[in-house]
């Protein structure tokens, strides 16, 4: 099972499925968190990004995500001010930089975004900014994968292509993340 939809994209855009034997099945997985994004989700970044006083923040890979006013790629060529940052850091500077506007930051990604997610709040309650806010989508991956695992006549797995903190063969037995399946 491959577990991102990058990954899937790239099996079969460079034919790795056709190289494998006739025996292994590629079965898609629950997907990335852009890839998994709800649309309605895309629709209150839209209306958030559309106030004038709103500089909106987020990575890159979410700004051609559609929703149904279109995306935030869209909302920005229309005239919101919505900005690609690489680290929830670079947003909480923008708010600093930029006190009379309300900064937000998109939040998403799998576990390995959250903490730095937490720290940038935490930074930003140390240093009393009042104009930065977070819309947080982030997901959590572990229990879903748990979920899969635990159901092995139902959905036969026998190895997952996903992130590199995620992978293991599932039938060689546990490794460390917190539970035992």
């Known amino acids: 099972m491959e577990v991102c939809g990058g990954h899937t994209h790239a099996i079969f855009k460079f034919g790795l499925d056709q190289l494998l034997p006739e ?13 998994v ?6 629709d ?16 890159g890979d979410a700004m051609r995500v559609p929703g149904k006013q279109g995306s935030l790629l869209q909302a920005k ?6 900005r690609i940052v690489y680290s929830p850091m670079d947003a909480l500077k923008l708010a600093q930089e930029n006190p009379t506007r309300k900064v937000v930051f998109f939040g998403l990604g799998f576990e390995t975004t959250m903490p730095t997610t ?3 709040l935490q930074q930003a309650k140390a240093r009393d900014v009042q104009n930065f806010y977070f819309f947080c989508q982030h997901i959590t991956l572990i229990p879903t994968l748990r979920s899969l695992l635990e159901q092995p ?11 590199p903190r995620y992978r ?14």
């Open 23 to 35: 025996n292994v099945e590629f079965i898609h997985g629950p997907g990335c968190p852009v890839c």
């Open 37 to 42: 994004l709800p649309m309605g989700r895309i």
């Open 44 to 59: 209150t970044c839209v209306e958030i990004a559309s106030h004038p006083e709103v500089i909106f923040c987020t990575f």
């Open 77 to 82: 060529a229309r005239g919101a001010d919505v």
């Open 118 to 120: 937490a720290i940038t």
């Open 153 to 163: 006549d139902t959905i036969p797995l026998y190895g997952l292509d996903s992130p």
């Open 168 to 181: 293991r063969v599932p039938r060689a037995g546990p490794r460390q993340y917190g539970y035992r399946h």
